[in-house]
């Protein structure tokens, strides 16, 4: 597969050629030239020979031929024809005019022969094919980023929920803290009056050893001055 053939004129004049194998493509590219309507208008046209294609891209009175085996698609070869014209006109200008047969084939045969190989091999020369490779990588960066948001999305679900766990631990804590602060003090309170007992019982048995009696009796008569 590939591009096997490539020829630039003027009109029916041959300014550059290359052929990258043997065959009688020269000959029927001057036969196509001789057909072809006469005038300036641009036009892309295509023609069937045993197992080859010519395809011919006339502008601006400029014509670019090349032969392509009949397993290439047209828009491969037109590309190529669409470049050569490019770099042709870019290169010799207005020079293209009133250049005399094949005036340009030592120069621009070389142009010619690394454009073909270039199309017949680099996928990334046609303009499609590269800008679908342009569009996959594009492709696979937004993939990768939207990724990246969704792991970062996963994060912030994980701190989320971590945040959200930490503040049901506060409330238990402060909960349970509330829970034992009550509870301290009851046990506080239950303490405190567990040892006032005791010291009133302490303190009645004293008074009651001192004073005579468990009633006290002394004590009270003295205290009130009952004789």
């Known amino acids: 597969m590939g591009i096997l053939y490539a020829m630039v004129a003027r009109g029916h004049m041959v300014l550059s050629e290359f052929s990258s194998t043997t065959t009688n493509a020269s000959v029927i590219a001057r036969q196509i030239l001789d057909k072809l309507p006469p ?66 084939n030592e120069e621009f ?32 960066v ?35 803290s509330r829970r034992f602060k009550n509870t301290m003090w009851w046990e506080n309170f239950k303490l405190t009056g567990c040892l006032l007992l005791v010291i009133a019982i302490i303190l009645y048995i004293v008074l009651a050893t001192l004073c005579g009696g468990p009633f006290m009796t002394s004590c009270l008569k003295s205290f009130f001055n009952v004789d």
Not at 114 to 120: A, I, P
Not at 151 to 159: I, K, N, Q, T, Y
Not at 162 to 172: E, S, V, W, Y
């Open 142 to 176: 937004m993939i990768n980023n939207i990724e990246k948001v969704l792991e970062r999305g996963d994060r912030l679900a994980l701190l989320v929920d971590k945040t959200t766990a930490l503040q049901g631990n506060t409330l238990r804590f402060r909960k349970q």
């Open 39 to 104: 005038g300036n208008v641009d036009s892309n046209s295509s023609y069937s020979q045993d197992r080859y294609i010519f395809h011919v891209k006339r502008t601006d009175g400029l014509t670019a031929l090349c032969m392509a085996d009949d397993a290439s698609e047209r828009r491969i070869p037109f590309t190529f024809l669409e470049d050569v014209h490019k770099q042709f006109v870019k290169k010799y200008g207005r020079a293209i005019l009133t250049a005399a047969p094949y005036a340009m």
């Open 109 to 140: 045969s070389r142009i010619l022969g690394q454009e073909m190989e270039r199309y017949s091999t680099d996928p990334n020369a046609d303009r499609l094919n590269r800008l679908k490779g342009e569009m996959s990588q594009v492709r696979t």
